[in-house]
């Protein structure tokens, strides 16, 4: 997850989110355009032009497949200028049941290739220097036309998730900054191809830039989300036809799952009786000369099952998409005022919480979360995952982490969100930052807290001092570098002339310069050695005033998206658990980060989605279907707890994500239970199995549970 969604989650307001709203052009308005007949023309094998389905008149009709998927829309010649427009922007049709993945890539001419990018599942990105130099990953819904804008301004890197307009889902940027004036071609690729599973299709109706934002198409004549939530025009199993439906099948559920406890062998904290430690009366780590253990306060071996935003809440903003729906509550409404929040200008709706209001009445908030925990228990979950409503956990009594808020920045932020690590702002922010654990400190259903989540830098392989250098923005640590360079090199301008092949009199001399490249291999050397240097710094200043304030709890780190460079392991250290996010159909290579830290591992997301139900995306992981979703759950918990370094994985997400998306637009089948607040028994019915295992296969007397899970393209964005 990102950083607007700590903001979100942790506050339930819908902060950070940004809807474009249109102005008064058109794209064909535009002297901008691209030619859709020349593009054809020189992607024969992958589109052409013809009459439209989703979109009126002649369309570029794109049909990707195993051989090609990427339509080059643009190269060095045409018609349109990037430094003259503001944004990028296409009027697209995906005439498929499932969720459009649009990647465009942007690639500059340079004898140098691209960062190594690793991605979120753990895949290697190309680093082929005909790979591109910056690439945005965009979602479309499926058979609703839509303008995708991309903000030239963005074009920088400095932000990785791009502002939503009507109808766009969710736009995620990997690469490195580029001036408009560097970029010798641009794609548009296309998917997900998996025959016989997505063969998809789309249609493209106009291409190009723009000054100002479109207007957005003309209202819809039927809606495509019903009262309660769900897609119209599509049936599955487990649809609600019915408000009835809906109240009398949780009331079931409610009355199956009440008083559920965990199995005899578990603790009070969902601990394993049969391996006993010394008790501290806090949660701790110990390794038993075999594998790492969590122990709970009352000395019980402990590893943390867990699963992440348990909310009673799954919003999504609604403004400029209002003839989508069916129905829309209002905030001023008696029954389902609750269900409503934002502002005029950013309208907030939140079905979830509608559909428990319809269920529960006035008292719904109490009742979802006593029936909550009870499912919560009958399926041997023992931790309350991030994101999460601290209130639900501490009132049943649940094992849970902490997400802290407001890691410490600066006004002067040195790439992306990393911040002036070297000033004495870093300095008395991360006082402040710390302060928030008086309120947890004596808490012993705490396993420990997470310094913060998904640190934008570190999404993809990036030298964080030469980056700094991009600019000539003056800082603290801008002035610790020159320092050290000085030192580095003896103060010998010279010597450090001929090594970075540069002619200054000075070292004084760096504090005004930029780099658009790197000026050596010596200069890329000398940057790196001092972004570890950063980096330490990042992590120790607030590890230190954490300590100062909570001695009880454990520093369960960063939950890094994944390891994107060896930076990532110098902070190690400092962390009583080293935390990653590990998206896949197995935990990612552990074995590693115990070993270079020396610290025991926990996960902080996992997940698998498919499209045979509600919902047209699958996530990060995709999997075929809800049984598989099953099998990929027990593969991926039992594998990893038959690891020594694993002490917690927990599932992302309790709920699932709203069809027209959340707030940064992701529309996931990821949920646990359905917006109508209904478990998917294939996915319950594995955890439940697996979930009674964890403490055998963990210890070595059980051989853990392994399936061959089909590989598809994920649907995510």
């Known amino acids: ?7 979100y989650f942790k506050t339930g307001i819908l902060l950070g989110c940004i809807i474009l709203i249109s102005c008064n052009r058109t794209l064909k308005d535009s002297d901008q355009g691209f030619n859709l007949k020349k593009i054809a023309a020189s992607n024969a094998g992958i589109c052409k032009i ?18 090609a998927s990427a339509v080059t829309i643009w190269k060095s010649g045409d018609n349109g200028n990037w430094n003259d427009a503001n944004y990028f922007v296409f009027e697209v049709f995906g005439n498929n049941d499932y969720s459009g993945v649009i990647t ?105 830039l723009m000054d100002s934002i479109p207007d957005p198409f003309e209202p819809l004549s039927a809606p495509i989300i019903d009262s309660l939530g769900q897609r119209i025009g599509k049936e599955w199993k487990g649809k609600i036809s019915n408000g009835r439906d809906l109240v009398s099948l949780n009331l079931e559920l409610e009355k199956a799952v009440a008083g559920s406890g965990f199995n005899s062998s578990f603790s009070k904290y969902g601990g394993w009786k049969e391996k006993r430690f010394v008790p501290t009366g806090f949660f701790r780590t110990q390794h038993d000369g075999k594998r790492w253990w969590l122990v709970d306060p009352e000395g019980y071996a402990f590893l943390s099952v867990g699963v992440d935003c348990m909310r009673s809440t799954s919003s999504g903003p609604v403004t400029g998409i209002e003839d989508l729906f069916e129905w829309l509550p209002e905030k001023k409404d008696l029954i389902f005022g609750e269900s409503v929040s934002g502002n005029e200008k950013s309208k ?102 997470f310094l913060r989540n998904e640190p934008q830098w570190a999404f993809g392989y990036h030298n964080l001092a030469y980056e700094m250098f991009a600019t000539d923005q003056p800082s603290a640590t801008k002035d610790e570098f020159i320092k050290w360079i000085n030192s580095r090199y003896n103060n010998d301008i010279q010597a450090f002339n001929k090594s970075w092949n540069l002619n200054f009199g000075k070292f004084d001399e760096l504090r005004n310069i930029t780099f658009k490249k790197y000026p050596s291999t010596a200069a890329d050397s000398d940057f790196y050695s001092f972004s570890s240097i950063m980096v330490r710094k990042y992590v120790d200043i607030p590890c230190d005033e954490v300590v100062k304030v909570d001695k009880h709890h454990l520093n369960l780190g960063m939950r890094y998206a994944w390891i994107s460079s060896d930076l990532l392991y110098r902070a190690g250290e400092r962390f009583d658990v080293f935390s990653i996010n590990g998206y896949g159909y197995a935990p990612p290579p552990t074995a590693d980060i115990a070993r270079i830290s020396n610290k025991p591992v926990m996960i902080g997301e996992f997940h698998h989605g498919a499209v045979d139900r509600a919902l047209p995306a699958t996530g990060i992981t995709g999997v075929i279907s809800q049984d598989e979703r099953g099998l990929a759950y027990r593969n991926y918990i039992e594998q990893g707890f038959s690891r020594p370094e694993l002490i917690g994985m927990h599932y992302f997400q309790w709920v699932d994500q709203p069809y027209y998306g959340r707030f940064d637009g992701e529309n996931y089948n990821i949920g646990i239970v359905t917006i109508q607040n209904l478990p998917y028994p294939e996915l319950t019915q594995a955890m439940r199995i697996t979930n009674e295992r964890i403490y055998k296969v963990g210890s070595g007397s059980e051989e853990p549970f392994k399936a061959e899970i089909k590989k598809i393209p994920p649907i995510h964005y």
């Open 1 to 7: 997850m990102n950083r607007l969604a700590v903001l």
């Open 50 to 67: 013809e009459e439209g389905q989703g979109l009126n008149g002649p369309v570029l009709k794109v049909r990707p497949g195993p051989e």
């Open 104 to 208: 465009l890539e942007l690639y500059k001419e340079t004898t140098r290739t691209s960062e190594k990018i690793v991605l979120q599942d753990g895949e290697v990105a190309e680093t082929e220097k005909e790979s591109p130099w910056l690439s945005c990953l965009l979602g479309i819904n499926p058979r609703l036309k839509t303008k995708v804008v991309f903000p030239l301004s963005y074009l920088d890197a400095q932000e990785i998730f791009i502002p939503r307009s009507p109808r766009q889902l969710k736009g995620t940027i990997t690469g490195n900054r580029l001036d408009p004036e560097d970029i010798v071609k641009v794609n548009l690729k296309f998917g997900p191809y998996s025959s016989p599973y997505f063969t998809p299709e789309y249609e493209i109706a106009s291409i190009g």
């Open 348 to 449: 907030v709706v939140d079905f979830y919480k509608a559909n428990l209001i319809r269920i529960f009445g006035s008292d719904w908030k109490s009742r979802w979360s006593k029936m909550t925990a009870d499912m919560l228990r009958s399926l041997s979950i023992n931790t309350v995952g991030n994101w999460s409503e601290i209130s639900f956990a501490k009132e049943n009594k649940l094992a849970y982490v902490l997400p802290l808020s407001r890691f410490p920045g600066t006004k002067i932020q040195l790439y992306r969100d990393f911040p002036d690590v070297f000033s004495d702002e870093y300095k008395k922010n991360s006082e402040e930052f710390a302060r928030q654990l008086n309120d947890y400190k004596d808490d012993p259903y705490l396993i420990g807290y």
